[in-house]
């Protein structure tokens, strides 16, 4: 059914909101690159409510690394706040991509 691209048992989801000045400073476009960066596939996109939207999906270890840069100084704007939940990756995503 969906494309099987190796052993998938580290391979887990991010679902992550994050709270801050995170719109119209070139987040999603900056997590967008480090995602492809780091080999992982998803989407990023802003909220109404002024935050965004991060699903990502790949190896816990890059997962886990694009977590820690989007709660670091080297995410654009100001991050005040990541709320995660990591869930098994569902292999949903061909790319990672900016709405």
Same mark, same amino acid.
């Given at each position: 059914m969906g494309r099987h691209s190796g052993p998938t048992d580290s391979a887990v989801r991010l679902s992550a909101r994050v709270y801050g000045v995170v719109q119209g400073v070139g987040f999603r476009f900056r997590t967008m690159g480090k995602a492809e960066e780091l080999g992982l596939t998803g989407v990023v996109e802003n909220l109404a409510d002024g935050s965004v939207a991060v699903v990502a999906e790949g190896p816990e270890e890059q997962?886990? %690394? @694009? @977590?820690?840069? @989007?709660? %670091? %100084?080297?995410a654009p704007g100001r991050v005040e706040r990541v709320d995660p939940s990591f869930t098994a990756a569902e292999g949903t995503f061909g790319e990672f991509s900016a709405r």
């Open positions: 997962v886990s %690394s @694009l @977590l820690d840069w @989007l709660r %670091s %100084s080297h």
